[in-house]
């Protein structure tokens, strides 16, 4: 009998893969790795889309996607980690949104599926396959997980409805076509 169980070989996998592809969408942002745009043209896109200013909106979800990525997979700090990945994708998916829900179709199918995954993580926990475990769960309590997603909610709550905001205050700036030629 081993000491670890499929359970703790089920996490270690879905931190693993999960964390990495965070990581690396975080690394596109952050450094321009992977064909992504770095901070420079990350921040324009951001700006593009109504997350202002566009350089601090890219540095901070670089930052949640690289930094939160990198601790899911390694098992660290996995409430504050899971939480982190799970509201720049709530960020994410709030541009998709209106696309609809299927990513072929632009939507938020992706953004949703990884943060909800990593939202699964931070509750659940990394297992004993994990520095979290080696550490004793020094930064892994149980009074973390809602601390995590309270501070991770307010301050996706305040990005995505300043994104609103702006958003439709330019909408109505524009004039809509009356009547076609």
Same mark, same amino acid.
């Given at each position: 009998?081993?000491?670890? +169980?499929?359970? +703790?070989l089920g996490l270690l ?14 690394? @596109? ?14 921040? @324009? ?11 601090? &909106?890219?540095?901070?979800?670089? %930052? ?7 601790? !899911?997979? %390694? ?17 994410? &998916? ?9 990513? @072929? ?24 396959? &994990? !520095? +979290?475990?080696? !550490? ?5 309590? &149980? ?27 330019a909408k109505e700036g524009?004039?809509?076509? !009356?009547?076609?030629?």
């Open positions: 009998m081993t000491c670890y +169980d499929r359970r +703790d996998l879905l931190r693993l893969g999960t964390g990495g592809v965070l990581a690396a969408h975080g690394a @596109q942002k952050l450094f321009g790795w992977f064909g992504g745009g770095g901070i420079e043209g990350t921040g @324009q896109f951001m700006e593009s889309i109504g997350y202002v200013p566009g350089r601090a &909106s890219a540095t901070a979800a670089g %930052l949640a996607e690289a930094g939160g990525g990198v601790l !899911l997979a %390694l098992g660290l700090a996995t409430p504050a980690a899971g939480a982190a990945a799970a509201g720049a994708m709530a960020g994410a &998916s709030a541009v998709h949104a209106p696309n609809g829900f299927f990513n @072929q179709e632009g939507g938020f199918e992706y953004a949703a599926s990884l943060g909800l995954t990593a939202a699964g993580l931070a509750v659940t926990g990394p297992g004993r396959l &994990s !520095l +979290d475990h080696a !550490l004793g769960h020094a930064v892994n309590r &149980s009074w973390m997980i809602p601390a995590a997603f309270a501070v991770t909610a307010a301050a996706t709550t305040m990005t995505v409805g300043a994104r609103v905001r702006r958003l439709r205050r524009e004039q809509e076509t !009356l009547f076609e030629e």
